[in-house]
T-cell receptor, first 112, second 110 residues
Framework: DGGITQSPKYLFRKEGQNVTLSCEQN?????MYWYRQDPGQGLRLIYY???????QKGDIAEGYSVSREKKESFPLTVTSAQKNPTAFYLC???????????FGSGTRLTVV | SQKIEQNSEALNIQEGKTATLTCNYT??????LQWYRQDPGRGPVFLLL?????KEKRKERLKVTFDTTLKQSLFHITASQPADSATYLC?????????FGTGTRLLVSP
């Protein structure tokens, strides 16, 4: 079955540590996206990538970094510079020319 | 500034009734408007897309309307079931990306 896999589902991090969230898709989609979701707020775009080796900052990129070395993979690193990292992180992908997204199941990150 | 507004209060209805959710937007001229369903602890799932030149779209028990003059979309679920209970998000197509509303939680009671 094709889809997007995010791992891990739950992640705990100590303050001051960097952590990387995994996102892999086997849908052959060109574009991939990272969103953050907080209670009572809509999904906010962190980074997105339309093609391999290229990505753009979204609305809340500060304290995050990404890479897109392979079409299937778009990992997100939450750095120690992110002041409020506890949130639900969602990865999505879409086909070239299509506007609907396929989402992963999300990673819940908690800073302890 | 650009805004997408959905009713933050939960909508409670009885099984069998029609649920109607509203999405209003300002300072956008979207080519498309989409609706997603999100269950707790899960990612959103795409339901329907409507284009700016379409007034209405249907899919099984779902119906979406899109009024670009009022800058509003209505999302209807007819003959609602408890399994329809979830949060429903509207999303507008911005430049190369989707922008989401905060969502409205729907609770369907048996």
């Amino acid at each position: 079955d094709g889809g997007i896999t995010q791992s891990p589902k739950y992640l705990f991090r100590k303050e001051g540590q960097n952590v990387t969230l995994s996102c892999e898709q086997n849908l052959n989609h060109d574009a991939m996206y990272w969103y953050r979701q907080d209670p009572g707020q809509g999904l906010r775009l962190i980074y997105y990538s339309q093609i391999v080796n290229d990505f753009q900052k979204g609305d809340i990129a500060e304290g995050y970094s990404v890479s897109r070395e392979k079409k299937e993979s778009f990992p997100l690193t939450v750095t120690s510079a992110q002041k409020n990292p506890t949130a639900f992180y969602l990865c999505a992908s879409s086909r070239q020319g299509e506007v609907d997204y396929t989402f992963g199941s999300g990673t819940r990150l908690t800073v302890v | 500034s650009q805004k997408i507004e959905q009713n933050s209060e939960a909508l409670n209805i009885q099984e069998g009734k029609t649920a109607t959710l509203t999405c209003n937007y300002t300072n956008y001229s979207p080519a498309y408007l989409q609706w997603y369903r999100q269950d707790p602890g899960r990612g959103p799932v795409f339901l329907l897309l409507i284009r700016e030149n379409e007034k209405e779209k249907r899919k099984e028990r779902l119906k979406v309307t899109f009024d670009t003059t009022l800058k509003q979309s209505l999302f209807h679920i007819t003959a609602s079931q408890p399994a329809d209970s979830a949060t429903y998000l509207c999303a507008l197509t911005g430049f190369q990306k989707l922008v989401f509303g905060t969502g409205t939680r729907l609770l369907v009671s048996p």
